[in-house]
C-alpha cells in the first residue's frame, strides 16, 4: 500500500515532505483497519487515492464492526498522527468503517 500511494504521488510531482506525510498518515489507518475491524464480512481493507484540484483524499475501507477502544487499549497515536497530516473523517456503519484523509499537495509549512 505504501509503496503504491507513494508511486503515484511521485508521479504526479508531489513535494517529498507532502508524500512523507500522507504515507504516515495512510499508514495508520490502514494498520488501524487491519488491527481493530471486528468480524468482518470480507478479509480485505481498500485503499483509494484521489488527486485533483491540489488535493489528495486517500480513503482507508474495512468491513468489519467498530468496536470502541478501552483506555487499555490506548497505546498507540494513530489518530492524532493522521489529524497531523490532514483533514481526517471517519464514518462508522453495520458494513464497515471508513477513514477519509484530506491533503493540499502544497507544502505550506516549509
Known amino acids: 500500500m505504501r509503496r503504491d500511494v507513494r508511486n503515484s504521488l511521485e508521479a504526479l510531482h508531489v513535494h517529498p515532505d507532502v508524500?512523507?506525510?500522507l504515507l504516515v498518515?495512510?499508514?495508520e489507518a490502514f494498520n488501524n483497519a487491519v488491527?481493530?475491524?471486528q468480524q468482518p464480512s470480507r478479509p480485505e481493507v481498500r485503499v483509494r487515492l484521489q488527486v485533483g484540484a491540489g488535493t489528495a483524499r486517500?480513503?482507508?475501507r474495512?468491513?468489519?464492526t467498530w468496536r470502541d477502544r478501552r483506555s487499555a487499549m490506548d497505546r498507540?497515536?494513530?489518530a492524532t498522527l493522521?489529524?497531523?497530516f490532514?483533514?481526517?473523517r471517519l464514518m462508522s456503519t453495520a458494513s464497515g468503517t471508513t477513514v477519509t484523509i484530506e491533503r493540499r499537495l502544497t507544502d505550506d509549512q516549509g
Open 76 to 78: 498507540g497515536r494513530g
Open 82 to 84: 493522521m489529524n497531523a
Open 86 to 88: 490532514g483533514d481526517v
Open 35 to 37: 488491527e481493530h475491524a
Open 62 to 64: 474495512d468491513f468489519g
Open 19 to 21: 508524500v512523507q506525510d
Open 25 to 27: 498518515a495512510a499508514s
Open 58 to 60: 486517500l480513503t482507508v
